[in-house]
């Protein structure tokens, strides 16, 4: 029975915590913010505000029908001098008499359709509204690129951080074997206060730097909760093995943001046709039908009379003189052209640049990689030699702590080198990634 608890007790463990998020790979992050981060999903729900407002100046080229019903009531209906000629021709020239046309109730209907079939501003307008709806979608892509890199960032911080704690660890477990073994001699009279003080310094040293190390791994475990946009815990089991999967870089995906200028440059040129489309003119048709009664009795149409009315009409609008505002409108739209063609300009020369520094830090992390591990690998092997001399009383403590430093020192380097090429390698590799989705 005891031993089938234990069974359980062990299987339980190793299950991840109740509300505690596992991510085991940098891609499976990626694929948690497309879904989850504040700023992508923000982005998204922009598209579709877009979308609707590019619908929405569509709907300008239809045409518009309107509805309309009336009641008035004439409570007093305004009385008009006639010549009296026209009902008694014997009546005396200049005499008048008052007269009171019309009915006390007026009943109305009407249905006007107009349509603007030539509108070169609305027509330059939808274009403008696809291309800022476009626009849009590359923004999402620009802000989807920069979460990947600050993710990439404290991802592989994260990572780096676990393996050196794992080494802090370790190296708190050597020195406490070297102190409680610099005491034993100590009693003795072996070694003197002084070296038994500096073995105690290097472990509390160590242990000071389990502490900063695990406080970091807080602090960046918090950054990553905030940057993907959760509450639950989060542990990263990354063992690299998806590292050596990315060999080959190929930077032939244009750059999001390079994209997303280009967009800016078809807006701008598209709001200088739109402005310069306030000079042409303007072409549609009216069609108007209407309806009365006229009656002496609300509510009561069987003696009313029936007064139907309708047109049809063409109506063009030719802009003559409008205080010169068309040709400063022209001028502002040419200018922001101009101030997008520069940035596009400035933004290409840019990430190039970046291109190119990026490319140098990853051969150079390659290259400092190497180099570390193979110091790392002479240190060990140094230390190794050095405890055995330090066993052998061939050297005095206070040289076996010397090399020990030289190895702590050697440790951290390789920590760093290999932390630099991981993140310059995804840096890489989110470059390789085509953000143009038609």
Do not use: C
């Not at 940098?26 to 922009?46: C, M, P, T």
């Not at 440059?265 to 003119?281: C, G, T, W």
């Not at 549609?284 to 139907?308: E, I, K, M």
């Amino acid at each position: 029975m005891k031993a089938s608890f234990l069974i359980v007790f062990v299987m339980l463990s190793g299950l991840p915590v109740k509300g505690q998020i596992v991510f085991s790979s940098f891609q499976e992050v990626l694929s948690y913010a497309d879904k989850h981060n504040i700023s992508i999903r923000i982005s998204e729900a922009q598209q579709e505000i877009n979308l609707i407002r590019e619908k929405q100046s569509k709907s300008f080229l239809y045409p518009s029908v309107n509805a309309s019903a009336g009641f008035n009531d004439n409570i007093t209906l305004q009385p008009t001098l006639v010549p009296a000629k026209l009902f008694n021709p014997m009546a005396p020239e200049g005499s008048f008499e008052e007269l009171t046309f019309g009915k006390t109730y007026l009943y109305t209907t009407s249905l006007q359709a107009q349509w603007n079939i030539i509108d070169f501003q609305k027509i330059f307008a939808i274009k403008t509204s696809k291309f800022q709806s476009e626009a849009g979608k590359l923004n999402t892509e620009v802000n989807r690129f920069n979460t990947y890199n600050q993710l990439a960032s404290v991802y592989y911080s994260i990572v780096q951080t676990q393996q050196s704690l794992e080494i802090d660890e370790k190296n708190a477990s050597v020195t406490k074997t070297m102190l409680d073994n610099a005491s034993k001699k100590y009693q003795k009279g072996i070694i003197s206060e002084s070296d038994l003080n500096r073995v105690s310094i290097q472990h509390l040293q160590n242990e000071k730097k389990i502490k900063s190390t695990k406080s970091s791994l807080d602090q960046l475990y918090r950054q990553l909760q905030s940057i993907l946009d959760l509450r639950e815990e989060i542990q990263i089991s990354d063992l690299g093995t998806d590292e050596d999967r990315i060999i080959d870089f190929d930077f032939h995906a244009v750059h999001p943001e390079i994209l997303f200028q280009e967009k800016q440059i078809d807006i701008s040129n598209s709001l200088v046709k739109q402005s310069e489309a306030m000079r042409y003119p303007t072409l549609g048709f009216v069609y108007q039908y209407n309806y009365n009664w006229a009656t002496d009795r609300l509510a009561d149409f069987s003696n009313a009379n029936n007064l139907p009315q309708q047109f049809f009409g063409v109506k063009i609008n030719l802009p003559v003189f409008n205080g010169f505002s068309v040709n400063q409108k022209i001028k502002e739209s040419k200018t922001d052209l101009k101030i997008q063609q520069m940035q596009l300009e400035n933004t290409k020369i840019a990430k190039d640049k970046e291109d190119e520094i990026l490319k140098i830090q990853y051969d150079e992390s390659i290259e400092d990689l190497e180099k570390s591990t193979a110091i790392l690998q002479l240190q060990e092997r140094n230390d190794i030699h050095t405890q055995n001399k330090y066993d052998s009383g061939i050297i005095s403590l206070d040289e076996r702590l010397d090399r020990y430093s030289d190895l702590l020192s050697a440790q951290y380097e390789y920590l760093r080198s290999l932390s630099d090429l991981s993140l310059a390698k995804y840096k890489m590799y989110l470059r390789t990634l085509d953000f143009h989705k038609p």
